[in-house]
């Protein structure tokens, strides 16, 4: 998918506004989304979050995640670790993108949650590209433990992972020549000292 489609899909994702307006409940086909009472908070999906927040008739709640206390942690558990942590939500770029760019007034320390959510994709991605590396320097032969990693950050490999199947496929294709030329090999090798043997044999003495 390209990243456009990612982003739709990420906009699903269910956030907390405060409106500045009452109106009665909206029908959609993703569900109903409960009347909006005037200082009352309630969840959106993070589309029409950000259409509200445009027209300034709401203020946009920061998720939990976005916590710089939280996303230290974060960051330092990634660089730390070999394995991929599980993100808070799997659509934070989506969303950090949205809400940053679109209210930044409602998220305290923007700034400081925009470096260090970009930071933690960055080494996400560079450890990523490492895990594909190294599988690719294994001929394949171990398994790639992609658990918790998002589709955002898979999209980064993606122009990479043609060239890896088919280097991949090649270096198979190669193991399976040199296999059947050991096999035709030893065939040859068993027949000629099968004939040695017999012709020995019919010897009288």
Same mark, same amino acid.
Request: hydrophobic share 35%.
């Given at each position: *998918? =390209? #990243?456009?489609?990612?982003?739709?899909?990420?906009?699903?994702?269910?956030?907390?506004?405060?409106?500045?307006?009452?109106?009665?409940?909206?029908?959609?086909?993703?569900?109903? %989304? $409960? #009347?909006?009472?005037?200082?009352?908070?309630?969840?959106?999906?993070? +589309?029409?979050g %950000?259409?509200?927040?445009?027209?300034?008739?709401?203020?946009?709640? @920061? #998720?939990? +995640?976005?916590? %710089?206390?939280?996303?230290?942690?974060?960051? $330092?558990?990634?660089?730390?670790?070999?394995?991929?942590?599980? *993100?808070?939500?799997?659509?934070?770029?989506?969303? @950090?993108?949205?809400?940053l760019?679109?209210? #930044? =007034?409602?998220?305290?320390?923007?700034?400081?949650?925009?470096?260090?959510?970009?930071? %933690?994709?960055?080494?996400?991605? @560079?450890?990523?590209?490492?895990?594909? =590396?190294?599988?690719?320097?294994?001929?394949?032969?171990?398994?790639?433990?992609?658990?918790?990693?998002?589709?955002?950050?898979?999209?980064?490999?993606?122009?990479?992972?043609?060239?890896? *199947?088919?280097?991949?496929g090649?270096?198979?294709? !190669?193991?399976?020549?040199?296999?059947?030329?050991?096999? !035709?090999?030893?065939?040859?090798?068993?027949? @000629?000292?099968?004939?040695?043997?017999?012709?020995?044999?019919?010897?009288? +003495?």
């Open positions: *998918m =390209e #990243p456009a489609e990612l982003e739709f899909i990420g906009e699903n994702s269910l956030i907390s506004v405060i409106p500045n307006f009452n109106h009665d409940s909206i029908y959609l086909i993703s569900g109903t %989304i $409960e #009347p909006f009472r005037g200082g009352t908070p309630l969840y959106v999906p993070l +589309w029409l %950000i259409h509200l927040r445009q027209q300034q008739k709401c203020r946009i709640v @920061a #998720p939990h +995640w976005m916590d %710089i206390d939280l996303l230290e942690d974060i960051k $330092e558990t990634e660089k730390r670790v070999s394995s991929f942590t599980k *993100m808070p939500s799997p659509n934070y770029m989506v969303e @950090a993108k949205l809400i760019n679109t209210a #930044p =007034e409602d998220v305290p320390s923007s700034d400081v949650i925009k470096t260090l959510i970009k930071d %933690i994709y960055d080494v996400r991605c @560079a450890k990523l590209r490492t895990t594909v =590396e190294n599988f690719v320097k294994s001929e394949g032969s171990h398994m790639v433990n992609l658990e918790h990693v998002t589709v955002l950050e898979l999209h980064t490999i993606q122009p990479l992972l043609p060239h890896v *199947m088919d280097f991949l090649r270096i198979e294709q !190669t193991k399976k020549v040199i296999r059947s030329l050991n096999t !035709t090999s030893q065939s040859f090798s068993l027949g @000629a000292s099968s004939g040695l043997g017999t012709s020995g044999s019919s010897r009288p +003495w």
